[in-house]
């Protein structure tokens, strides 16, 4: 008999957890964890007894309980992890023919907690709950058996650890961080692992990259929050006439005009705030053909909800003032606390207040390497609207 500890549900909670979802919050808890330490695997059942799962507890989280899976007694050993690393690599192959992709994308590939992008040979990893960072050496020896890497860098600074009661750290678990390449839609990009944004690179707009550089050929574009030079290096790729990259931070767009160098290509870095820089671009009464907003999230929290929306709906009118009659207009959010027809309608009201007359002709989100738990769907954090304008 096993001598785990069990939780057990109030009376009619756990609805989605039943139907297949693995979240258990702390309202739904009837009884079991009143000791148990940050991380702690646990088994869940209902009140009727239904087996609901094996999953990390800690009492400090909303999220008391997240399922890795769907049987009792399981555990995070490094054969759980080889398996689940497996199906994931095998995944990204089918869809990606050089190693530069999103390997685990937490529950999406039933793995609670866990992010791990991979640039080839070197791995990043960020941990955002307590039984995934106790789990972290039976991770790191599946993670070396399976694959070799070369590099192994724990970038566990993100804000959501707080919420687990972690500490916020930047680690190389193997080699050492630094500036590394990236390969994506045949470019040749430079990310920095150590001190970059996330975990250094922003696999989830791959496609939305390619959809704009499609669109760019003799074309004027303005990559707006640029960052290290995502859309704005691939449009000049795709042969745009001009391309402005815009951001506040000197040391992104320092990798972005070396990525330009590395490619042969050439496009203008401009450090600014961007709300101030594209009122300045609308008084001069300067307009580009193809205009991207890719901001970091302005909505952090649902307590952030009103102000955010406020800021994209302002964003969206800014934008639109800079975009050229029968231009195009990318507008993104990867803030998961606003829905997505939430920013649609202030990205709506946004072009309505500029004047503008908008045709919405493509809704994205993120590539086939951020898969979503099909129960989680709030958990499809990136939102991207492309509008043609009049």
């Known amino acids: 008999m096993s001598k785990r500890a069990v939780i057990i549900l109030k009376p ?20 079991g964890g009143e000791s148990l330490a940050p991380g702690s695997v646990v088994n869940v059942r209902g009140d009727d007894g239904q087996v ?55 529950e999406g590939d039933g793995l609670p907690g866990l992010i791990i992008d991979r640039f080839d040979d070197v791995f990043v990893l960020q941990i955002t709950i307590a039984g995934m960072e106790l789990a972290l050496g039976e ?94 290096i691939l449009a000049a790729q795709a042969g745009a006439k001009e391309v402005i990259c815009l951001d506040s931070s000197e040391s992104a767009l320092a990798l972005a005009e070396q990525s ?27 307009t580009f053909d193809i205009v991207v907003a890719d901001p970091p999230p302005f909505v952090k929290s649902k307590k952030d909800l009103e102000p955010g929306a406020k800021a994209y709906r302002k964003l969206a009118r800014l934008a639109a003032d800079v975009t050229a009659r029968g231009g195009v207009l990318l507008l993104a959010s990867c803030s998961h606390n606003i829905p997505l027809e939430r920013f649609a309608g202030e990205c709506a009201a946004g072009i309505s207040r500029a004047g503008r007359r908008a045709s919405l002709i493509r809704t994205s989100g993120a590539g086939p390497d951020h898969p979503v738990h099909p129960m989680l769907p709030e958990s499809a954090y990136l939102k991207a609207l492309v509008y043609a304008l009049d």
């Open 139 to 232: 991770l790191i020896a599946a993670l070396r058996d399976l694959l070799d890497p070369a590099t192994i860098i724990l970038r566990n600074d993100t804000p959501a650890r707080a919420l687990e009661g972690l500490p916020s750290y930047v680690r190389a678990e193997l080699g050492s961080a630094g500036r590394i390449v990236v390969e994506e839609n045949g470019a040749r990009y430079f990310a920095d692992l150590g001190s970059g944004q996330k975990t250094g690179w922003y696999y989830d707009q791959r496609d939305n990259r390619a959809f704009a550089a499609a669109l760019a050929h003799r074309r004027t574009v303005l990559d707006a929050y640029s960052y290290s030079g995502g859309f704005g």
């Open 52 to 106: 609901l799962g094996s999953g990390f507890f800690n009492p400090k989280s909303l999220i008391v309980a997240r399922l890795f899976a769907r049987t009792p007694d399981e555990a995070a050993t490094k054969a759980f992890f080889t398996e689940r690393l497996t199906h994931a690599l095998m995944l990204r192959e089918r869809f990606y023919s050089r190693p530069y992709y999103r390997l685990v994308h937490a």
């Open 260 to 286: 330009a160098a590395a490619n042969r290509l050439s496009v203008r870095a401009v450090k600014a705030d961007v709300f101030e820089e594209l009122s300045r671009l609308a008084a001069r009464k300067e």
């Open 12 to 31: 009619r909670a756990g609805r989605r957890a039943r139907a297949g979802a693995p979240w258990i919050f702390s309202n739904e808890i009837a009884a």
